[in-house]
């Protein structure tokens, strides 16, 4: 998979609320009630990683979860990024 043009990831950006681009990858954070939502939520999101082969870069702190998507093998940006990242909001809607 290649990586997207910052052209088009800056196009793509726009229809995914709460994320946004910059260092070569997509971000977002997302905040939950408390730690055990916060983790219930990064482990649903590992199962979906894991059917995937897809990881994110990820930092949990009690309820707060920081969430940067990139494809290393591309050194950058692609669509399976942003499929990622449309699961993720899937799953916390």
């Known amino acids: ?21 910059n260092e070569n990858a997509i971000h977002t954070s997302l905040e939950f009630n408390d730690f055990k939502d916060a983790f219930s939520v990064m482990t649903r999101i590992a199962f979906e990683a ?10 949990n702190v009690y309820n707060t979860l920081q969430i940067s998507l990139t494809t290393h093998d591309a050194n950058g940006v692609t669509q399976k990024d942003f499929n990622f990242a449309k699961i993720i909001d899937e799953l916390v809607s």
């Open 1 to 21: 998979m290649e990586a997207l043009t910052e052209k088009i990831i800056l196009e793509k950006i726009q229809d995914f609320q709460d994320w946004t681009y």
């Open 50 to 59: 894991e059917k995937l082969n897809h990881h994110p870069d990820w930092t």
